[in-house]
């Protein structure tokens, strides 16, 4: 994991606990204008976290700032399924993550999301169309 990646991981878990200004200005310097874009679509309340019940597993479902406003799965850590995540993320390392990712993990940070909730199943049939 890069120093990035751990500072910002550090911040991510600041965050939950005090909600600084101080903080999202690191996270700002970290992720520039893609995490302006993530801010957007937290005000905007453009995120879901769709759970599982009774487990408990979840994913996000984040709007894009298109036209089209296109819903991008994710996993806030780990994985979109936005053009961006492939392009900047994966095949050219320019990027630690993607504005949905990161509107994803501010969400969940603040408790600024939108909680759907559904059965098991429902979300592994969900998952499997990914």
């Not at 606990?17 to 801010?39: P, V």
């Not at 089209?68 to 053009?83: G, L, V």
């Not at 603040?110 to 169309?129: M, N, P, T, W, Y």
Request: with cysteine; aromatic share 12%.
């Amino acid at each position: 994991m890069s120093a990035s990646s751990l500072t910002a991981e550090a911040v991510w878990k600041d965050i939950e606990s005090t909600r600084s200004d101080d903080q999202l200005s690191i996270l700002h310097f970290l992720f520039g204008k893609n995490f302006e874009r993530a801010t957007r679509i937290v005000d905007q309340r453009g995120v879901k976290r769709i759970s599982g019940e009774p487990s408990g597993r979840f994913v996000f479902q984040v709007v894009g700032e298109s036209r089209r406003k296109e819903e991008y799965f994710c996993f806030a850590e780990n994985y979109c399924a936005c053009y961006s995540f492939f392009y900047d993320i994966v095949n050219r390392g320019e990027q630690l993550c993607c504005k949905h990712q990161l509107a994803a993990r501010l969400a969940l940070s603040l408790g600024a999301f939108i909680e759907v909730k559904v059965s098991d199943e429902q979300l592994a049939v969900l998952l499997s169309k990914l």
